[in-house]
């Protein structure tokens, strides 16, 4: 029986099991641990997960999704095909993918074993919705998510397990595609202990891409939200290389042609600092909250951890370093660490000998509190803190509150998640009526007692003072009320969309991959685009898998090449006059299916 452990992220997912030798990061069927967050319904109604969906945001807008983790918890559904999604359930078709790549790894490796149970890790200023969420996900997957775990205190635990020889405070950095969690964690012997949490579930680096689109559209005169769908994503795409090419070069050209505009802009990383300056004021808060709330100044951080994909920008290190005042740690590569710490608490949670030992404690993101009125007896409800965010967890904690009429019969307790006064400002998880016998006014008492464990759920227990009548209700979070045959009616839907078998993904990553290669070229370029599509796909619908290798690796570099050419920084792919296609893409073509320019068929359609 194993035990998995889900990095579930908003731009790339990964999955982790506990061996012997530690943490193991899972391939998928491209030989990769990383698996885009991305979901697709091809023409043929099929399901795409991961690289091959992520090159169709372009191609097939209408049929993709993406980012759908920022929305967790909320009523935002997503039409792929005339299909509607909640974001659990395209959440689940990931973790369905990723729990079929352990399958195949587990079966190569450790034959005879069985998952069951997924540790996944969540951002750690995600709120009760979208954590109950998160579970659901979960559900919807056929896989048992018990225990959810922050994604910070993911990646100190793995830090701590790289060096157990030293005791240390650290503040850990995790800036990821979608959202900013900050945490102060303090390693001791064979404890990490979160002492303070902070975050922003809305900031992240594609953020940094929309500011980057949103620029050149200024410079350019184009309206963004004027631009068709498949337009925006192309743009968002052309932004999000030239921000990944500022981590290595100084400066970047965005050269973007669509049939609905086209332009060009120089990108340097001080003009990155420019346009996204309102980011980098985001950023700083959460560290600034989580410092104030552990009371701890940054002389008493004696590391500091950086965690996520975002946080490989030049621009991102230098801020963080200028802030801090000293140089950053990456123990791990920052995009899989939490990854590689949701394994180890798997291996935590299967009792394994080696790290049976180790103690993790976590925190309330948030304060729990219930509605009162104020002084003067009216006015919008005040929120009344039992919880205190940053409370260790389990945690129970108990108030008592009066009757405010007379003759009052029962009494009302809202249970809210938030740092706002006024509950209006705050998220509502749910209510209690407690009945109390009338009386005078301030006569009638309860204690309310909230009880919140590392797991994200919530008990509420009210005693009335005087009879001593206890009611009790426990709360999961918004929509958990989901009834058993609601959820597997829905398990057996979303099973019922085709998954491609695991060996086939980097054919259909690469046919994704040359459609939005056509959709953003033009000419000569995309003609030969054309053509070396129609070739492979032929190969791929052929089915022969030993043909399906062979030619993929000379068609990925063709590709390749035609990829430098189109963001502006390669060669012309082929001199096209003088050598013609042939006798540049012969090493991949198979000459059954392709008849090249001077047999007739120019078309590049497939020999029947």
């Not at 731009?11 to 069927?29: K, Q, Y």
């Not at 009523?75 to 990723?98: C, G, Q």
């Not at 990456?330 to 590689?340: C, K, S, W």
């Not at 948030?366 to 104020?374: D, K, S």
Request: net charge negative.
């Amino acid at each position: 029986m194993a035990i998995i452990g889900i990095d579930l992220g908003t731009s790339n997912s990964l999955v982790s099991i506990w061996t012997d030798s530690g943490a193991t990061l899972v391939p998928n069927g491209l030989g990769e641990v990383l698996t885009p967050s991305v979901i697709s319904l091809d023409e043929e109604g099929a399901l795409l997960v991961g690289r091959a969906a992520r090159e169709r945001l372009v191609t097939a807008p209408e049929r993709t999704a993406s980012e759908f983790k920022r929305f967790m918890g909320t009523d935002k559904k997503y039409t792929l095909a005339n299909k509607a999604f909640t974001p659990e359930e395209l959440s689940s078709l990931i973790l369905r993918k990723l729990k079929d790549d352990a399958d195949i790894w587990l079966a190569q490796n450790r034959p005879g074993e069985t998952i069951t149970e997924a540790i996944v890790s969540v951002p750690a200023y995600f709120n009760d919705n979208q954590r109950a969420a998160t579970k659901r996900a979960g559900l919807l997957t056929n896989l048992k998510v018990d225990r959810l775990l922050n994604e910070p205190s993911a990646a100190a635990l793995a830090c701590r397990l790289f060096d157990q020889q030293t005791d240390y405070t650290a503040l850990v950095f995790d800036f990821g595609g979608g959202t900013l969690d900050v945490s102060i964690v303090d390693c001791f012997d064979n404890m990490v202990s979160v002492l303070a949490v902070s975050g922003d579930n809305r900031l992240g680096g594609m953020d940094f891409d929309r500011h980057i689109a949103q620029e050149f559209c200024k410079n350019n005169h184009i309206f963004f939200e004027q631009l068709s769908p498949q337009a925006q994503a192309s743009l968002l795409f052309h932004a999000e290389d030239a921000k990944k090419r500022l981590t290595e070069t100084d400066a970047a050209t965005i050269s973007f042609g669509h049939r609905e505009a086209s332009g060009i802009m120089e990108l340097s990383n001080q003009r990155l600092v420019d346009i996204c300056a309102p980011l980098f004021t985001r950023m700083s808060l959460p560290v600034r909250r989580a410092l104030a709330d552990s009371k701890k100044s940054l002389t008493n951080i004696e590391r500091i951890i950086m965690v996520g994909g975002s946080c490989k920008m030049p621009v991102v290190r230098e801020y963080l370093r200028q802030l801090f005042g000293r140089e950053l740690e990456n123990p791990f590569a920052p995009d899989t660490v939490v990854g590689l710490g949701a394994g180890v608490y798997a291996g935590v949670r299967e009792r394994r000998e080696e790290i049976r030992d180790i103690v993790m404690t976590d925190l309330c993101p948030f304060t729990l509190g219930t509605g009162v009125i104020g002084t003067n007896g009216s006015g919008p409800l005040r929120m009344s803190p039992i919880i205190e965010r940053n409370s260790i967890l389990p945690c129970s904690q108990v108030e008592r509150y009066h009757t405010v009429l007379d003759q009052q019969e029962k009494i009302s307790i809202d249970v809210y998640q938030g740092e706002e006064r006024y509950c209006r400002d705050n998220l509502i998880l749910g209510k209690l009526s407690v009945p109390v016998p009338p009386g005078p006014k301030d006569q009638e008492k309860v204690d309310v007692r909230f009880t919140y464990d590392i797991n994200g759920i919530l008990e509420v227990e009210v005693t009335v003072a005087s009879t001593g009548q206890v009611h009790r209700k426990v709360f999961l979070g918004k929509g958990s009320n989901l009834t058993e045959e609601e959820a597997r009616s829905r398990l057996e839907e979303l099973a019922a969309l085709k998954i491609h078998p695991h060996n086939i993904d980097g054919a259909k990553a690469l046919l994704a991959h040359a459609e939005r290669l056509y959709a953003q070229s033009m000419g000569e370029t995309r003609s030969m685009v054309a053509r070396a599509l129609d070739n492979f796909h032929a190969i791929v619908q052929r089915g022969a898998p030993t043909d399906i290798a062979r030619k993929s690796e000379g068609f990925k570099e063709f590709l390749d090449s035609v990829e430098k050419y189109i963001l502006g920084f390669g060669l012309f792919p082929f001199d096209y006059e003088q050598d013609g296609i042939e006798t540049e893409v012969d090493s991949w073509q198979d000459p059954d299916l392709y008849r090249g320019p001077s047999g007739g068929n120019n078309s590049g359609t497939p020999v029947q």
